[in-house]
């Protein structure tokens, strides 16, 4: 059997269409369920809509449409950014389902006989916009830390015992340092924790659009504890004749978030499993933040960048590589067309555009459209090149691995570029015409380079990566990382169509970029 690699995605919040942040955590996660797939993993993706709490209640009473209606109508538009953006999640969680109820109500439950949720009453600061808690010492100048406005919230709660999980989630930490990624963030973390912590109010009694607290129709569940029991939701917690499927599937390999929801998953979401003895997942990855030219995404700026329209624009697969290859994955990042541009132009369109058409059109022009055999002899040039290439899997592996998608990128990009210069040093042209043999064994070994660059960027650029497999007539069933290295060299003697040019050039209105 497959072994089996589970990864999440945050679920979003419908108070809003999809915009360019939503659209980058999906298409992360993408990128390594699609990785581990042609890597051999049985891979369960899953992403979904969060869709409680006073945010999305707010937002429906702004349109004067019942939550019910309205989260129906926003989480679709989130459902359908998985056939716009090629994304390949197996399921789609919405918190309004039924069977999202019972996994809350279970975990609520467990957690309840546990002794660690107990009922009192709660009068602090609320931010609805992170629908977050602050203590009084984190407010200034009456903003929560992330800028949102709070108000002051009294009301009877129930309560987590968090306090009592301090020691436990360091000595975890301590015990696991590889579960949270980038190293800085995991660093924030600890020093939170550190910093002590105090019981979390876990349910609400002033509305009522969330997850009934089981026996206390008063309360509905703090839409946090509801949104992270979604993870287990979906792999059979709570349901009937789940078992099997969540014994398979949980603890996730990787949740994936964003900078500004880590505290939740790394903190909260482990203290409540420890509390219901589950097991923790194995690692959450935080990435950062984009900007659009410089400036702070914001719907009061109207600068927000809507994802399909970014596609439309510039071709979904180079929108795809831009936002995985532009930014060291875990920093901040900027959006600007130049960048955009530049990229589709020299990575795409210069390096490995050219590099496809400049060995397909030669080989169609001098080796009568059919591709050469594999050569019987190999020079050092060649074996020095296919090395690298070979050696590709296990680098892709790593960096996967460790969530560093650029890096992966780089690699296979550091070899196009060797390839290119290696095209240079050869000049099949010249050998056209004195040494035919020579000429076709060159390139072979770049046909069969650019074969497994082809194969490892498929989890990126899936459409691009699929048009020159295409060309070189690899079957479909010939593109899994199995087919990588040397143990399975390009066949020769395949007839091949005239080639066509796989990325375009950008040119602007204005002419810029032609
Ligand atoms: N509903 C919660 C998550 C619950 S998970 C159990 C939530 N939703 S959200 O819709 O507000 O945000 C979802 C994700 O989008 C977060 O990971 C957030 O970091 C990401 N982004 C929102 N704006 C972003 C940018 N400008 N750039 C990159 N990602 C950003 O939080």
Redesign the pocket.
Known sequence: MKPSYYLTT????VNDKP????A??TLACDALARFKRLDGFDVMFLTGT?EHGQKVQKSAEQKGIDPKAFTDEVSQNFRDLTSTLDFTNDDFIRTTEERHYHACQKLWSTLLAEGDIYLDSYAGWYAVRD?AFYAESEIKDGKAPSGAPVEWVEEPSYFFRLSAYQDRLLEFYENNPDFVAPKSRFNEVKSFVSGGLNDLSVSRASFSWGVPVPDDERHVMYV?LD??T??MTAVGYGQENGDADYARRWPADLHM?????LR??AVYWPAFLMAAKLPLPKRVFA?????NEGQK?SKSLGNVIDPVELADRYGLDQMRYFLLREVPFGNDGDFSHSAMVHRMNGDLANDLGNLCQRVLSMIFKNCDATMPACPATLEDADTSLLNRVDGMLERQRAHYDNQLFHEALKDAWDIVGEANRYVDEMAPWSLRKTDLERMAAVLWVLAETIRQVAIVIQPVMPTAAAAILDQLRIPEDERGFAMLGAGNRLAGATPLDKPTPVFPRFVDDEGEGA
Request: glycine share 10%; aromatic share 26%; proline share 3%.
């Open positions: 945050p679920i979003y919040y915009h360019i942040g939503h980058y955590t969060d629908e946090w949104a992270l979604n993870y978030v964003g900078k500004d929801i939740f998953h990435h950062g933040w984009w900007t995404i």
